[in-house]
């Protein structure tokens, strides 16, 4: 990992913990569900604009197409999830649970991928960040943290490992990134809208920084964002990609703390810790060993 990959994936992690609060400020003007919907229906738009100008083609092989739309299907799964969870919890408690989505595909992944088996170290990490996230989901001293928004936001991330494996281990694994988050954003927004007539008024008391932040998510986030995170992800192992992603929790618990004047109990910085110490053992690679002759 060279200087310029660690400092964008530094920043990007700080970018994704940032988007936890604007999510949390948006739900203030709209419908959760309706707002994770329209933030897909705008990924598609800029998307297709991105597809245009760089002439990518649209075109998938076809045995790749089942996994594409499963992708899609846990993609609204997960958003259905986490607007909901900031909803009804703080976006410290939140990001601590979410990100635990490394301990939920190597779970998976040792049963369902042969070179991904558990050693002892990743084992331990294993330990440590499911023991992270069962202290945050028994921590009830939050008075404005609710159990169900902890619940939610723990769905959310077995969902988003649900997406992970979809890549990993499906013909969707030879599509291009941008075929990928086309495939997310195209099959999760008719679901979301949908789904969200179920959930109360689509519209709160709507105000220019709910839509402000509806429109950074589209952009800067669900779009362009998760491209550039695909982007680094092909220039640098993946490993060394996955090494930065305990940084987001830990963002996440500071700006939550700063800009929305969260109180974080003590119980919930331990299982940040649990959880950060946790992802960087399940992500550790063994070294090769170097044969001498």
């Known amino acids: 990992m060279d200087a310029f990959g660690a400092t964008a994936l530094i920043l990007f992690a700080l970018h994704l913990a940032f988007n936890q609060v604007v999510i949390k400020v948006t739900n203030g003007g709209f419908n959760p569900v309706f707002a994770a919907g329209l933030r897909s229906a705008g990924a598609v738009l800029v ?88 202290l945050a989901l028994l921590d009830r001293s939050d008075g404005a943290a609710q159990l169900t928004g902890d619940l939610l936001a723990l769905v959310a991330a077995i969902s988003w490992a649900g997406i992970a494996l979809c890549v990993k281990i499906t013909p969707l694994s030879a599509v291009p990134p941008a075929q990928q988050l086309m495939f997310q954003v195209l099959i999760s927004a008719p679901i979301l809208l949908l789904v969200s007539f179920g959930f109360g008024d689509l ?17 800067a986030v669900a779009s362009l964002g998760f491209l550039a995170w695909l982007w680094l992800m092909s220039i640098y192992p993946a490993a060394s990609v996955a090494s930065f992603s305990f940084l987001s929790p830990v963002f996440a618990v500071i700006l939550g703390w700063l800009l929305l004047g969260e109180q974080v109990s003590l119980k919930v910085w331990v299982a940040l810790a649990l959880v950060a110490a946790g992802i960087t053992l399940i992500n550790r690679r063994p070294r090769r060993q170097v044969a001498v002759t």
């Open 47 to 134: 998307l297709l604009i991105w597809i245009r100008l760089r002439g990518i083609t649209l075109r998938v092989p076809r045995d790749a197409i089942p996994a594409g739309v499963l992708s899609g299907v846990f993609f609204a799964l997960e958003f259905t999830c986490l607007f909901l969870s900031l909803d009804l919890t703080t976006v410290s408690r939140a990001a601590v649970i979410l990100y635990s989505m490394p301990i939920w595909l190597a779970l998976a992944s040792h049963f369902l991928v042969s070179s991904e088996r558990l050693t002892w170290v990743r084992s331990l990490g294993l330990a440590l960040a499911m023991g992270g996230v069962a």
């Open 203 to 219: 519209i709160r008391d709507l105000q220019p920084v709910h839509v402000a932040g509806l429109l950074f998510q589209i952009v």
